[in-house]
């Protein structure tokens, strides 16, 4: 199916308007605004740098988050405006560039990805800079650079990832097998020596920055045989199905007959994936795209037997599989041209029922919680929360409290409830009404 000019531009910024709405409701009709306890964390970095608390995540997204403070806006709205940047950052640079525009346009619009904007999360961040870096690839493959542009401004790409997050050194690793995997080529020392420096730059971090604010981070976060391989390779399967698949990325943990349909979908994908890439054949930059990612999928695996990380799921595997849909939406727009485009549309409207469904009101909840911590004399004071462990749903509520007071952090230690700044769901429930998501 081809469109003229006119029309191809109607659908496409009508896919980048609703793609911008449905951001927005995405965490305006979330009850909490789609927050977590690692946004607690990132607002309560923001709020107190240059006060270092903890090490267990870079310095670039509450930075990030501190400068739109700025703008008088607080650490919850700075977050979204992120967000909300990021995505126009890629649109932008993409089109400039004319660098995967089209794919990037219908990548973003997949209810995954507006997830990831929508979210109060050092994802959201490190998207625009994963396609800096592909696209810095795609110029060292063509030979526009020289080894000393090439390394300098990969390496400094890389960097700057790893600033946002650590996981950004599986993109080194993927720079790094790329090179060796072309060594018979001119510009194989520009990814072996960039994916080097990034290396080289963390352990310097490491030992300099973390160290000297968090000496116990190894202990706390190196262990050995946290899951066995069993557990690790079901969520693996259910990580990538969810990831992978276009309209809905998020499975029922409870079971049921839905989950077949969610994963079937999504690995139905995976074998499309494969079979065009095999199919049709691979320019360069989409060999650099696609090793660098799935070399990070394997490495974010393999990570987890001795160190603490979520279970893999379409969040953290956001900046690795961004770059498998831009290669792959490439081919399908060789394949059947602007139907591409429904792709976005249909997982947009999918999105928006499942928004719709299990919606909530942030706006009247924040309202609430404003009252409730005035009325306490809690509005700027160091607030702690009780939760009897870190899967406990009571640990909502300190969520969506962090997006009006920073300053709190999650406990387990039931004698602190004595104290006053030291709340429970019980405490704060009791004299307001929060707005919950049915389907919990």
């Known amino acids: 199916m081809k469109l003229n000019s006119n029309k191809e531009k109607i659908v496409q910024i009508t896919l980048v308007v609703i793609t911008y709405i449905m951001i927005i409701l995405r965490f305006l009709m979330n009850e909490k605004g789609r927050v977590s306890p ?3 964390r990132y607002m309560r970095q923001s709020e107190i740098f240059p ?3 903890n090490t267990t995540a870079p310095l670039g997204y509450p930075l990030a988050i501190k400068f739109f403070t ?3 806006l607080d650490n919850f709205w700075s977050s ?3 967000g909300l940047l990021a ?3 890629i649109l932008i640079f993409s089109y400039r560039k004319q660098f995967f525009f089209k794919e990037l346009m219908v990548t973003s619009a997949l209810f995954s990805f507006v997830s990831t904007y929508s979210y109060t999360m050092s994802e959201e961040l490190i998207l625009p800079f994963v396609v800096f870096f592909f696209y810095i690839g795609k110029q060292i493959t063509n030979q526009r650079y020289s080894l000393l542009q090439g390394v300098s401004l990969l390496s400094l790409c890389l960097i700057t990832m790893i600033n946002i997050r650590y996981s950004a050194l599986f993109f080194c690793c993927g720079s790094i097998v790329f090179g060796l995997m072309n060594f018979r080529k001119s510009y194989w020392k520009s990814f072996l020596f960039s994916g080097m420096i990034g290396i080289l730059f963390y352990v310097v971090y490491k030992f300099t920055f973390i160290d000297y604010f968090n000496e116990k981070y190894i202990d706390t976060f190196l262990e050995i045989g946290l899951k066995p391989t069993s557990q690790l390779l079901l969520e693996l399967f259910q990580g990538l199905a969810t990831t992978f698949n276009p309209f809905i990325h998020i499975a029922d943990p409870n079971g049921g007959i839905i989950n077949f349909g969610i994963f079937g979908i999504g690995i139905l994908t995976i074998a499309a994936m494969l079979f065009l890439f095999i199919r049709i054949k691979l320019s360069e930059t989409e060999k650099f795209i696609l090793t660098s990612s799935v070399v ?7 990570i987890q037997y001795f160190y603490s990380v979520n279970a893999i799921d379409y969040r953290l595997l956001a900046p690795f599989s961004i770059g498998i849909w831009m290669v792959f939406f490439r081919k399908v727009f060789y394949m059947i041209g602007g139907l591409t485009y429904s792709v976005g549309f249909v997982s947009l409207a999918v999105g928006f029922v499942f928004t719709w469904l299990s919606r909530g009101d942030y706006l009247e909840n924040r309202k609430a919680v404003t009252g409730f911590l005035k009325n306490e004399n809690l509005m700027n004071k160091n607030l702690k929360f009780f939760v009897k462990d870190q899967l406990d749903n009571d ?4 969520e969506l409290i962090s997006t009006v007071n920073p300053n709190i952090k999650v406990i387990f230690t039931p004698k602190d409830t004595l104290q006053k700044t030291t709340l429970t769901r ?5 004299k307001i009404n929060i707005k919950k998501n049915k389907y919990q």
């Not at 990070?296 to 393999?302: D, E, H, N």
């Not at 640990?395 to 300190?398: D, E, S, V, Y």
């Open 38 to 40: 690692d946004s607690i």
């Open 51 to 53: 006060v270092i608390d």
């Open 70 to 72: 700025f703008l008088d």
């Open 80 to 82: 979204k405006l992120v």
């Open 87 to 89: 995505y126009t950052l």
């Open 296 to 302: 990070s999928i394997i490495l974010s695996f393999f």
């Open 395 to 398: 640990g909502q509520t300190a």
């Open 426 to 430: 019980y405490k704060v429930e009791r």
